[in-house]
C-alpha cells in the first residue's frame, strides 16, 4: 500500500511486480490522519508557455496555410497547414478552457478527461497511483498513471507543470488513510 508519500514507485519500461495501492479512506479515521488543509485542494495545471507555444504554432500554421493557398498556390500544402493548425489550435483551446488536469482534495480527485469534461474521482474508486518512466532514442519521459480499474488516466509533465513523481508524492500525502 502507498502510505508513504517519500514511497513512489517509478515503473521503468513495461511494469512488473506489483504497484503500490493507495487505501480507500476507512470511517475510522480520525483527525491525525487528514491531510494539512492548508495545501488542499492541490492543483496542477498546464504551464502558460506550453499554451502559448500552441497558439503560436496554430497561428503560424495559419499563416503558412494561408501564404500556401494565396500566393503559393499549392493547395495540398495549403490544407495539409490548415489541417495542423486546427489541430494544434483545439489542443491550444483545450488548455484555455481547461487550464487545470488535475486537482485533489480530501474527498478525491478531479481530472480532465476531454477537452473539457471533468470527472471527479472519489479515493475509494482508485486503485493505484503510479509513475511510469520510459527512455526511448534518449529521452526520458515520465507519466503519472491513475488506476481506477478498467481506466488508466495519464498525464505528463507537461499537463501538470511539475514532475509526475512530485504529483504523485503529493496525491499519497493529499490521501486521506487511516495508516498514516
Known sequence: MLRDPDNVQVRKGVPSGEAPRIRPPSPQHGSSSDPDPENLPA??????????AKVAGAVLLALVAAYSALV????????????????????????LIAPVRLAADPDG??????????????????????????????????Y????????????SAYDLGARPADVARALAAAHPSPDR
Open 43 to 52: 492543483r496542477w495545471r498546464v504551464p502558460a508557455r506550453v499554451t502559448a
Open 72 to 95: 503559393g498556390h499549392d493547395r495540398p500544402g495549403a490544407l495539409v497547414a490548415g489541417a495542423a493548425a486546427v489541430g494544434v489550435g483545439l489542443f491550444a483551446l483545450r488548455d
Open 109 to 142: 480527485v478531479t481530472v480532465v478527461t476531454s477537452l473539457a469534461r471533468r470527472l471527479r474521482l472519489p479515493w475509494s474508486q482508485i486503485e493505484a497511483v503510479r509513475v511510469d518512466a520510459r527512455s526511448r532514442y534518449g529521452v526520458r519521459s515520465e
Open 144 to 155: 503519472l498513471e491513475i488506476d481506477v480499474g478498467e481506466t488508466l488516466y495519464l498525464f
